[in-house]
């Protein structure tokens, strides 16, 4: 198994930037595909971003295409997300997520417990 902690979280503006990390432990991020979801207020859990094991395929939704960069280190067992010109509607918590290279939530096992992050108008 696997265990998953977000960071980077916080308070910021809006047109302004975060950078999380997810810090893995347990077993090696190399075994898995990454993913960052997001979950605001009475939303449901959507994907934001996710990259393969090998690193040579991202996927990244929509809404944030331009914006936000998912990327991975497995030498420091660690996923990032970029997030950059952020908007009041990127408001959620984050959760990193480890399973197999999916678009969906049902793709992955492993969760962390989250980051939140809020964007001020």
């Known amino acids: 198994q696997v265990q998953l902690v977000e960071s980077g979280g916080g308070l910021v503006q809006a047109g302004g930037s975060l950078r999380l990390s997810c810090a893995a432990s347990?077993?090696?991020?190399?075994?898995?595909?990454m993913a960052w979801f997001r979950q605001a207020p009475g939303k449901e859990r959507e994907l934001v971003a996710t990259i393969s094991r090998s690193g040579s395929a991202t996927y990244r939704t929509d809404s944030i295409r331009g914006r936000f960069a998912i990327s991975r280190d497995d030498a420091k067992n660690t996923a990032y997300l970029e997030m950059n010109s952020l908007k009041h509607e990127d408001t959620a918590v984050y959760f990193c997520?480890?399973?197999?290279?999916?678009?969906?939530?049902?793709?992955?096992?492993?969760w962390g417990q989250g980051t939140q992050v809020t964007v001020s108008s």
């Open positions: 347990g077993r090696s991020t190399s075994t898995y595909a």
């Open positions: 997520a480890a399973g197999n290279y999916s678009v969906t939530i049902r793709g992955y096992n492993y």
